[in-house]
């Protein structure tokens, strides 16, 4: 008992309870942590951004214009990343980019642990029940525990509550902290979670303001005004701290290709809905039958008791307040939720989409909630209908380990019969109507893959299922023990605590999806063959989707495809940012920002990286009929500099031939090959014509432009370097190189020598016995600058996508440069 009292003491002290609080963390990323695993679908979509980030970084390149990816593209613009964070900045230069990332992660969970537990502290909860919050909102986001931007956001919501509860006590220093931490979710944060996040603690404010610490009562309280200017200046100093990383994302938001394509009511979309209750109790129930939500809805089976028995408590008007939190948050989380609806309508939450990314508060409210009723339990209330409590999880525990045993034995004798009947069904009454031009064995597979889908939600054998059943066993075991006085109070509160943690730390290492980080250090064979090929172009991944869905998933029937394999297939077909770990040049790119009008045309060419235009991937008719349509666009590919093709679907090689081809993924054994577009047009070139057409606005950015731009684009020429530039109406320089105003005559005879090519700065030596025009083939973005012989020379929008600019005859010195002061120019330009 000494030695129980002593641990009781000593985890009350700062540095321990902070060591408890990250301890969890700490195991479970520990191969993380030492740069020996990665998380599975970051492999495609984020450690490429910090490979690059990195490599530039420590090779002295600059980070700002990523020229591998969408014919150019500057990721720093996105408030998501961090790339512009000093903190980020120094661990990038100086670690290796796995581990910087997963440090990062790891200080990010650790923080937001011990954050809460520091808040429920200063509300004087039991440090039991502080522990307790700190576990359940600390694993809160355990499905999104890769993604380092939703990670780096955690911390701020428990901190910036602290900070709002010290400032209503009369503390000044809390000002400064939030003006920081808010900084700090601008620069390096998901702007989601963070709007969020400043709207659940500007309401926890005006809480403060009207409350009375003593009485329990609201009321005006003139003293306590400083809560509320306190936090305004906060939050103030945060978004001034932080406006240069502000300003980019300004400036590019409007030619984003997010912009204005989902409406109101598709926003509502994506909530959760009544299925979704399910995952209370079973975190991973997510049948393909039901269409619920993305959030898991889960907090751990004692903590679910806790937040129900909470309500029979006596509460104290804070505590009332984050029930409403908590209820607000799952009303702005329904599926078609009003009340979402309404607040989407009310700049800036209009930016905001997917309803369900506000339980991200909610489960933070419950977390308190949770705590505090672990306080209340150490200071003697009775837990009421613990006997009902009890028997319900008891009856839910056999229940359902009764039905999931008979399941599995009924199968083991009878599944192949039952597959054969669901079959045979298929084939008599729906093939002929469905085929599609797919084989009979195409769909049996599919239906193999839905029986297991199904089978695997109530399978014995599934630790995605027996797992989380095995806590409902346990809840029910020590709630028993509890109701019959087995089990004391503080033995109670403890126990809670302990099993919570493996609880939640168990639903994280089962749903965990890793792989061997080696995986990503290993070059594909594509990437090494169009590495040795030396030629300049850009790749296309062409239908990787369908290609998982046909080739893999459909072939693997009964079995499951591992997230290794997924990884195999990402990485062989460079999909999405992969090619970054590579060095390999890819037309795609997995990106928020992307541009409008590069997107309209990546949309031709089957990518499944584009939601916006005339999607050739989203349209309906097999992958051959789209190869087809594909080989009809051969002018767009050419323009848009794609050399290769990387397609698990044949080309006619009369159009594009195979140049190459590996199996992967035995025993699926998928042929990839790439296919070569010999006639893709260099990256800069002489035009060989040259015409012009005018835009309707001053600033070339309508809707009316770009469409119209777009149009003339898919007439371009097949053959030749043949071009079109736009030209501004009220802003045609006056120079006798100006395509605009004089229509120059150009034949694309001259000579061009790349002298410096760097992420953001391109030197050209040219020479041409007549005065020409040089295409630049990377996206004409805000933060290009032009020179000719050290003279500032307009760009021209050419092909409505690229950059473009007249030379004089004779020989010349051409520099492209990308720089932020561009930037900043374009935002005083536009908004001053």
């Given at each position: 008992m000494l030695v129980i009292k002593n641990f009781d003491q000593l985890v009350?002290?700062?540095?321990?309870?902070?060591?408890?609080?990250?301890?969890?963390?700490?195991?479970?990323?520990?191969?993380?942590?030492?740069?020996s695993a990665v998380f599975v679908g970051l492999d495609t979509r984020q450690y490429p951004f910090y490979f690059f980030y990195n490599d530039s970084l420590t090779s002295g390149n600059s980070f700002l214009w990523n020229p591998l990816n969408y014919s150019g593209f500057p990721i720093f613009v996105s408030i998501t990343g961090g790339f512009l964070f000093p903190i980020f900045f120094v661990l990038f230069k100086f670690l290796?980019?796995?581990?910087?990332?997963?440090?990062?992660?790891?200080?990010?969970?650790?923080?937001?642990?011990?954050?809460?537990?520091?808040?429920?502290?200063?509300?004087?909860?039991?440090?039991?029940?502080?522990?307790?919050?700190?576990?359940?909102?600390?694993?809160?986001?355990?499905?999104?525990?890769?993604?380092?931007?939703?990670?780096?956001?955690?911390?701020?919501?428990?901190?910036?509550?602290?900070?709002?509860?010290e400032l209503s006590r009369g503390k000044n220093y809390p000002i400064f902290l939030l003006a920081l931490g808010i900084a700090y979710g601008i620069l390096a944060g998901m702007f989601n979670y963070l709007l969020e996040t400043i709207f659940a603690v500007g309401l926890f404010a005006i809480f403060l303001f009207f409350y009375t610490w003593?009485?329990?009562?609201?009321?005006?309280?003139?003293?306590?005004?400083?809560?509320?200017?306190?936090?305004?200046?906060?939050?103030?100093?945060?978004?001034?701290?932080?406006?240069?990383?502000?300003?980019?994302?300004?400036?590019?938001?409007?030619?984003?290709a997010g912009r204005g394509s989902i409406d109101h009511w598709g926003a509502v979309s994506g909530g959760i809905v009544w299925s979704d209750l399910f995952k209370l109790f079973s975190p991973y129930f997510d049948?393909?039958?039901?269409?619920?939500?993305?959030?898991?809805?889960?907090?751990?089976?004692?903590?679910?008791?806790?937040?129900?028995?909470s309500f029979w408590f006596k509460k104290s008007g804070v505590i009332r307040f984050f029930y409403g939190l908590f209820f607000a948050s799952v009303f702005l989380s329904l599926d078609g939720s009003w009340l979402f609806w309404i607040l989407h309508h009310v700049p800036p939450f209009n930016l905001l989409h997917l309803s369900f990314r506000w339980m991200f508060i909610g489960w933070f409210a419950a977390a308190v909630i949770v705590g505090w009723a672990v306080d209340r339990i150490m200071a003697g209330e009775e837990i009421r209908y613990v006997p009902k409590i009890a028997g319900f999880?008891?009856?839910?525990?056999?229940?359902?380990?009764?039905?999931?045993?008979?399941?599995?034995?009924?199968?083991?004798?009878?599944?192949?019969?039952?597959?054969?009947?669901?079959?045979?069904?298929?084939?008599?009454?729906?093939?002929?109507?469905?085929?599609?031009?797919?084989?009979?064995?195409?769909?049996?597979?599919?239906?193999?893959?839905?029986?297991?889908?199904?089978?695997?939600?109530?399978?014995?054998?599934?630790?995605?299922?027996?797992?989380?059943?095995?806590?409902?066993?346990?809840?029910?075991?020590?709630?028993?023990r509890f109701r019959d006085g087995t089990i004391d109070r503080l033995m109670f509160s403890r126990l809670i605590v302990i099993?919570?943690?493996?609880?939640?730390?168990?639903?994280?290492?089962?749903?965990?999806?890793?792989?061997?980080?080696?995986?990503?250090?290993?070059?594909?064979?594509?990437?090494?063959?169009?590495?040795?090929?030396?030629?300049?172009?850009?790749?296309?991944?062409?239908?990787?989707?369908?290609?998982?869905?046909?080739?893999?998933?459909?072939?693997?029937?009964?079995?499951?495809?591992?997230?290794?394999?997924?990884?195999?297939?990402?990485?062989?077909?460079?999909?999405?940012?992969?090619?970054?770990?590579?060095?390999?040049?890819?037309?795609?790119?997995?990106?928020?920002?992307?541009s409008r009008r590069m997107a309209r045309v990546v949309a031709l060419t089957g990518s499944n990286l584009v939601w916006f235009g005339s999607v050739l991937a989203a349209e309906s008719g097999t992958p051959q009929d789209k190869a087809a349509k594909l080989e009809t666009r051969k002018n767009i590919l050419n323009f848009l500099n794609i050399r290769y093709i990387i397609s698990a679907?044949?080309?006619?090689?009369?159009?594009?031939?195979?140049?190459?081809?590996?199996?992967?993924?035995?025993?699926?054994?998928?042929?990839?090959?790439?296919?070569?577009?010999?006639?893709?047009?260099?990256?800069?070139?002489?035009?060989?014509?040259?015409?012009?057409?005018?835009?309707?606005?001053?600033?070339?950015?309508?809707?009316?432009?770009?469409?119209?731009?777009?149009?003339?684009l898919k007439t371009i020429s097949e053959d030749g370097l043949s071009i079109f530039v736009e030209c501004e109406v009220e802003k045609i320089p006056n120079s006798k190189l100006n395509p605009c105003e004089n229509q120059i005559i150009v034949d694309g005879k001259g000579t061009i020598e790349a002298i410096t090519k760097k992420n953001t700065i391109s030197v050209l030596k040219t020479s041409s016995q007549t005065p020409q025009f040089l295409v630049f083939s990377e996206n004409n973005l805000p933060g290009w600058k032009a020179y000719i012989d050290n003279r500032e020379t307009p760009i021209y929008t050419t092909g409505s996508v690229y950059m473009g600019v007249a030379v004089p005859e004779g020989e010349h010195e051409g520099r492209f440069e990308f720089t932020y002061k561009t930037i900043i120019d374009e935002f005083l330009k536009r908004y001053w």
């Amino acid at each position: 008992m000494l030695v129980i009292k002593n641990f009781d003491q000593l985890v009350q002290k700062k540095w321990c309870a902070f060591t408890m609080c990250a301890l969890p963390f700490f195991i479970l990323l520990f191969p993380f942590l030492i740069g020996s695993a990665v998380f599975v679908g970051l492999d495609t979509r984020q450690y490429p951004f910090y490979f690059f980030y990195n490599d530039s970084l420590t090779s002295g390149n600059s980070f700002l214009w990523n020229p591998l990816n969408y014919s150019g593209f500057p990721i720093f613009v996105s408030i998501t990343g961090g790339f512009l964070f000093p903190i980020f900045f120094v661990l990038f230069k100086f670690l290796p980019y796995i581990e910087a990332y997963h440090w990062i992660v790891f200080l990010s969970l650790a923080l937001s642990s011990y954050g809460t537990f520091i808040f429920l502290r200063k509300l004087n909860v039991h440090y039991l029940g502080c522990f307790m919050a700190a576990y359940v909102f600390g694993f809160s986001q355990w499905i999104w525990v890769g993604d380092v931007v939703i990670m780096v956001t955690m911390p701020l919501l428990p901190l910036s509550f602290l900070w709002i509860l010290e400032l209503s006590r009369g503390k000044n220093y809390p000002i400064f902290l939030l003006a920081l931490g808010i900084a700090y979710g601008i620069l390096a944060g998901m702007f989601n979670y963070l709007l969020e996040t400043i709207f659940a603690v500007g309401l926890f404010a005006i809480f403060l303001f009207f409350y009375t610490w003593n009485s329990g009562q609201f009321f005006f309280c003139s003293k306590n005004i400083k809560t509320l200017y306190g936090s305004i200046i906060g939050v103030g100093g945060g978004i001034i701290l932080s406006f240069y990383q502000i300003i980019p994302t300004l400036v590019y938001t409007p030619l984003s290709a997010g912009r204005g394509s989902i409406d109101h009511w598709g926003a509502v979309s994506g909530g959760i809905v009544w299925s979704d209750l399910f995952k209370l109790f079973s975190p991973y129930f997510d049948p393909w039958f039901l269409n619920g939500s993305y959030e898991r809805f889960y907090i751990g089976i004692m903590p679910l008791i806790l937040f129900f028995a909470s309500f029979w408590f006596k509460k104290s008007g804070v505590i009332r307040f984050f029930y409403g939190l908590f209820f607000a948050s799952v009303f702005l989380s329904l599926d078609g939720s009003w009340l979402f609806w309404i607040l989407h309508h009310v700049p800036p939450f209009n930016l905001l989409h997917l309803s369900f990314r506000w339980m991200f508060i909610g489960w933070f409210a419950a977390a308190v909630i949770v705590g505090w009723a672990v306080d209340r339990i150490m200071a003697g209330e009775e837990i009421r209908y613990v006997p009902k409590i009890a028997g319900f999880f008891g009856i839910l525990f056999w229940g359902l380990f009764g039905a999931s045993a008979s399941v599995f034995t009924a199968l083991f004798f009878f599944q192949e019969r039952i597959l054969g009947l669901l079959k045979n069904y298929f084939r008599d009454t729906m093939y002929a109507a469905t085929s599609g031009g797919f084989s009979l064995e195409h769909y049996y597979n599919y239906i193999d893959r839905l029986f297991l889908q199904t089978k695997n939600l109530i399978d014995i054998t599934n630790p995605m299922f027996f797992m989380p059943l095995i806590f409902v066993g346990v809840g029910w075991y020590v709630l028993s023990r509890f109701r019959d006085g087995t089990i004391d109070r503080l033995m109670f509160s403890r126990l809670i605590v302990i099993i919570t943690v493996f609880n939640l730390s168990a639903v994280w290492f089962v749903y965990s999806r890793s792989i061997d980080a080696g995986v990503l250090k290993t070059k594909p064979a594509i990437a090494g063959f169009i590495e040795t090929r030396g030629v300049d172009g850009r790749v296309l991944t062409f239908l990787r989707k369908y290609t998982e869905f046909e080739k893999l998933q459909i072939p693997a029937g009964g079995n499951e495809v591992s997230f290794t394999e997924l990884s195999v297939l990402n990485r062989e077909m460079l999909f999405a940012n992969t090619n970054l770990l590579y060095g390999v040049e890819s037309a795609e790119i997995y990106e928020p920002l992307m541009s409008r009008r590069m997107a309209r045309v990546v949309a031709l060419t089957g990518s499944n990286l584009v939601w916006f235009g005339s999607v050739l991937a989203a349209e309906s008719g097999t992958p051959q009929d789209k190869a087809a349509k594909l080989e009809t666009r051969k002018n767009i590919l050419n323009f848009l500099n794609i050399r290769y093709i990387i397609s698990a679907y044949p080309f006619d090689d009369s159009v594009f031939p195979k140049i190459f081809e590996t199996t992967i993924l035995p025993p699926y054994n998928i042929p990839i090959g790439v296919y070569e577009n010999a006639s893709a047009r260099p990256r800069f070139y002489f035009a060989s014509s040259l015409e012009t057409i005018l835009q309707a606005s001053p600033s070339g950015n309508s809707l009316e432009d770009e469409i119209a731009a777009f149009e003339k684009l898919k007439t371009i020429s097949e053959d030749g370097l043949s071009i079109f530039v736009e030209c501004e109406v009220e802003k045609i320089p006056n120079s006798k190189l100006n395509p605009c105003e004089n229509q120059i005559i150009v034949d694309g005879k001259g000579t061009i020598e790349a002298i410096t090519k760097k992420n953001t700065i391109s030197v050209l030596k040219t020479s041409s016995q007549t005065p020409q025009f040089l295409v630049f083939s990377e996206n004409n973005l805000p933060g290009w600058k032009a020179y000719i012989d050290n003279r500032e020379t307009p760009i021209y929008t050419t092909g409505s996508v690229y950059m473009g600019v007249a030379v004089p005859e004779g020989e010349h010195e051409g520099r492209f440069e990308f720089t932020y002061k561009t930037i900043i120019d374009e935002f005083l330009k536009r908004y001053w």
